[in-house]
């Protein structure tokens, strides 16, 4: 006998265990959730690199012109500044009166080398006088002075 081939068209029919078919369903259903699973993974990973590059990015440029002063200054920082240019003009201004002999006036004297002058020799008499008394002190007690 001549076998003859099996014609397939829309009007075969196709016999099957029930089992296998819901094997079959189960089989491609698992395969279709690992699939999208390995997909989202796979997404978030990209995503999470993408925004540490931005991150990398931005931390660079801040390295890099932060030091410049390319992006300004904090407002700590800024006041800062403003108080040191604030010193440094009322600096200024008392060396100029230091110089000119208009200095403000301790006890009604002028800090000048006049005024330091004075008081160093009225200190350095003060000591001689204490040297004196102690030497003095030293003789009536019978003791030697140096």
């Known amino acids: 006998m001549a076998?003859?081939?099996?014609?397939?068209?829309d009007n075969t029919r196709f016999a099957?265990?029930?089992?296998?078919?819901?094997?079959?369903?189960?089989?491609?259903?698992l395969g279709v959730w690992a699939y999208f699973g390995v997909i989202e993974r796979l997404?978030?990973?990209?995503?999470?690199?993408?925004?540490?590059?931005?991150?990398?990015?931005k931390n660079t440029e801040f390295r890099i012109k932060w030091p410049r002063g390319d992006l300004g200054t904090t407002p700590a920082d800024s006041e800062?500044?403003?108080?040191?240019?604030?010193?440094?003009?009322?600096?200024?201004k008392l060396a100029e009166e230091i110089d000119t002999g208009k200095a403000p006036h301790d006890q009604q004297q002028a800090l000048t080398l006049d005024f330091f002058e004075k008081r160093i020799s009225s200190a350095e008499e003060r000591i001689e006088l204490l040297r004196d008394a102690i030497a003095a002190l030293k003789a009536g007690n019978g003791e030697h002075s140096e």
């Not at 978030?44 to 990015?57: M, P, R, S």
């Open 80 to 92: 800062q500044f403003m108080l040191i240019e604030h010193l440094a003009s009322e600096f200024e």
């Open 3 to 9: 076998e003859k081939a099996t014609e397939l068209n």
């Open 43 to 57: 997404n978030k990973i990209e995503t999470q690199a993408i925004l540490v590059q931005a991150d990398l990015i």
């Open 16 to 29: 099957m265990p029930v089992r296998n078919l819901i094997s079959l369903v189960v089989a491609v259903a």
